[in-house]
């Protein structure tokens, strides 16, 4: 009997690592390399790592009469970032590359670094998608989204027969 005449149960398989692993193992080489990580130098948003893309931190809060998002872009200007606004869904995506080319005691080098990200954040109903600005400061993106008192208006309390 060969591996394809034997019965699909009796057969064998590379085993996936991800297969035969309980939660609770997954859970421990997750904490394990948490702390392999820990005191290795941090990590910058175009620094890839085993992990996949980095996605850089945002934060949406309301401030009352508008919306103000903010996201951490260290690094980065305000011309690697674009911000677009479709059906109430708010798109910002940036992308910076660095080249560095020298000659240091003898040896030359060569260094590139390439990143890129892109994040959607559908807007609430309230936000009044003609007041839409923009600031970037010190790495820091902020977005300033207005409310539109009508759509706020709109809501109502709906009553429940017993």
């Not at 005449?5 to 991800?18: C, D, E, L």
């Not at 394990?32 to 990580?37: G, I, P, S």
């Amino acid at each position: 009997m060969n591996e394809i005449t034997k019965p699909i149960a009796a057969r064998q398989t590379p085993a996936s690592p991800f297969l035969d692993q309980t939660p609770m193992t997954w859970l421990r080489g997750e904490i394990d390399r948490l702390f392999e990580d820990f005191g290795q130098p941090a990590r910058g948003i175009f620094n890839f790592g085993s992990r996949g893309t980095p996605v850089p931190p945002m934060e949406l809060v309301d401030a009352g009469d508008s919306y103000r998002l903010t996201a951490e872009l260290p690094g980065m200007t305000d011309k690697d970032v674009t911000i677009e606004l479709t059906a109430g869904v708010l798109s910002i995506a940036g992308e910076k590359s660095e080249s560095k080319d020298g000659e240091e005691g003898g040896c030359l080098m060569s260094e590139r670094r390439y990143g890129a990200f892109s994040r959607q954040i559908t807007l609430p109903k309230d936000a009044d998608r003609d007041s839409v600005s923009a600031s970037f400061k010190n790495g820091l993106l902020t977005v300033t989204i207005g409310k539109d008192q009508k759509a706020a208006a709109e809501k109502r309390t709906i009553a429940i027969k017993a």
